[in-house]
């Protein structure tokens, strides 16, 4: 059973960074994409970043330049590092893992992120 923890979210002035982290209870294998999606309030939620030893990185191109996905292996952590926060960045964000272009098969329980102006 994979589950995924995710920490580091908080509030911040718009311009603030703040750093996500996602620990997964198992090894997630390279080949196996992992993302951050958000939700806010009446959005649909939408995948922000993600990463896969095939693909690389992608990103939503609203936060192309001020966030940043990597992921320690070692660990079996996930990180979203970011930046220039703004204020239309406040939403719940979600790490996932595997067939994140379909329906993603493991999410976290979700961390808030408030970016106040």
């Known amino acids: 059973q994979v589950q995924l923890v995710e920490s580091g979210g908080g509030s911040v002035q718009a311009g603030g960074s703040l750093k996500l982290s996602c620990a997964a209870s198992v090894y997630i294998p390279s080949n196996c994409a992992m993302g951050w999606y958000r939700q806010a309030p009446g959005v649909e939620r939408e995948l922000v970043a993600s990463?896969?030893?095939?693909?690389?990185?992608s990103y939503l191109d609203s936060v192309k330049g001020r966030f940043a996905i990597s992921q320690d292996h070692a660990k079996n952590t996930l990180y979203l590092q970011m930046n220039s926060l703004k204020t239309e960045d406040t939403a719940v964000y979600y790490c996932?893992?595997?067939?994140?272009?379909?329906?993603?098969?493991?999410w976290g329980q979700g961390t808030q992120v408030t970016v106040s102006s």
């Open positions: 990463i896969s030893g095939y693909d690389g990185t």
């Open positions: 996932a893992a595997c067939n994140l272009g379909s329906a993603p098969s493991y």
